[in-house]
C-alpha cells in the first residue's frame, strides 16, 4: 500500500510540474511595444521617385511579416519589403500620401 501511495505522489507531483511549466510558457509578451519608421517624413522632389523605409520595435523584438501599406495608391506604393525595410515609389507626381507598418501583433505606426 505505501508503495502505491509513493508512486501516486511522485505521478501527481510529476502532473503538477508539467501543469505549471505549461502554464508559464506562452505568458511571455510577444511584438514589439510601438514601431518606428524612418525617415518619418520624406519630400519627393521631381527627380526621386523612390525611398527606402526602416522599421525598428521599441523594447521587444518586432513580429515578422510585416504589413505595410499606403492611405492613397493612386499616389505612391510598396513595390518591395523584406524583414524591416520597404520601398516606396511615386506614382503620381503631387499630393501627401501615409505609409502604415504593422506587425503580427497588430502594433503599427
Sequence with gaps: MRKLISRLAVVFAGACAAAAVLSMSGCEESGADSLSVTPRYVTIGPNITTF??????????????????????????????????AVYSRTATHGVNTVTVRDQYGAEV
Excluded at 525598428?56 to 518591395?80: D, Y
Design 52 to 85: 527606402e523605409l526602416n522599421v525598428v520595435g521599441g523594447t521587444k523584438a518586432l513580429s515578422f511579416p510585416l504589413e505595410w501599406s499606403v492611405a492613397n495608391s493612386s499616389l505612391g506604393r510598396i513595390v518591395s519589403n523584406s524583414g524591416a525595410w
